[in-house]
């Protein structure tokens, strides 16, 4: 089952728009709620994350936007650029026995036109 | 600092072939994690170690062993390869405490025929 649900697959924003990523959750024990970049054949890595005690996070031209008591969340990229063109992926973490797991939404397939 | 890094990059195999996927941190991180990659279906936890010398499954630990040869090393082996196993795989590492960045390797793109 997918506990992280991420919306949608694609996206494509004009140079300057807003880009826009969707995700939601299911298991209440999630309890930091990062989100990664990706670029084609490189690793993820960390964007910026939130933890549940606050509603919004704003680094830069990227903010999260956090909703508990729906279990949503979403990544808004402010004055998108040909550079943000990546894979995005919306996560959720939780305490596993003496270690934490992140679960990973599907992902989304940011591209910027010039 | 390499960071994360994981060999081979690539690697083709046929059914049945067994392999190792190797994985090593320079970071001192206690937890080190095996993930593979599908299309439309994000990342999937395989295994992960919390310490050196423990192991947990994840997700989807079916057809695979991992060993936390020590706090730097984490190998993944295919003892039996199938097709359904084509897939990228990346390992990462990460500190103790609760909120800390998981950082991720290069990625293994494993091609099983």
């Known amino acids: 089952q997918q506990q992280v649900k991420q919306s949608p697959q694609s996206l494509i924003v004009q140079k300057g728009g807003i880009s826009i990523i969707n995700c939601a959750y299911e298991?209440?024990?999630?309890?930091?709620f990062p989100w990664y970049q990706q670029f084609p054949g490189k690793g993820p890595a960390l964007l910026i994350a939130?933890?549940?005690?606050?509603s919004e996070k704003k680094e830069g031209r990227f903010t999260i936007s956090f909703n508990k008591s729906a279990k949503q969340f979403s990544l808004h990229i402010m004055d998108s650029q040909p550079g943000d063109s990546a894979t995005y992926f919306c996560?959720?973490?939780?305490?596993?026995?003496?270690?934490?797991?992140?679960?990973f939404g599907s992902g989304t397939q940011l591209t910027v036109l010039p | 600092n390499a960071g994360v890094t994981q060999t081979p990059k690539f690697q083709v195999l046929k059914t049945g072939q067994s392999m190792t996927l190797q994985c090593a941190q320079d970071?001192?991180?206690?937890?080190m994690y095996w993930y593979r990659q599908d299309p439309g279906m994000g990342l999937r936890l395989i295994y992960y170690?919390?310490?050196?010398?423990?192991?947990d499954k994840g997700e989807v630990p079916n057809g695979y062993n991992v060993s936390r040869l020590n706090k730097r090393e984490f190998s993944l082996r295919l003892e039996s390869a199938a097709p359904s196993q084509t897939s990228v795989y990346f390992c990462?590492?990460?500190?103790?405490?609760?909120?800390?960045?998981?950082?991720f390797g290069p990625g293994t793109r494993l091609t099983v025929l």
């Open positions: 990462a590492s990460k500190a103790g405490g609760s909120y800390n960045e998981q950082f």
């Open positions: 298991n209440t024990a999630f309890d930091y």
């Open positions: 939130i933890r549940p005690d606050v």
């Open positions: 996560a959720a973490s939780r305490r596993s026995g003496s270690a934490r797991q992140l679960t």
């Open positions: 970071m001192n991180h206690n937890s």
């Open positions: 170690s919390a310490s050196e010398g423990t192991t």
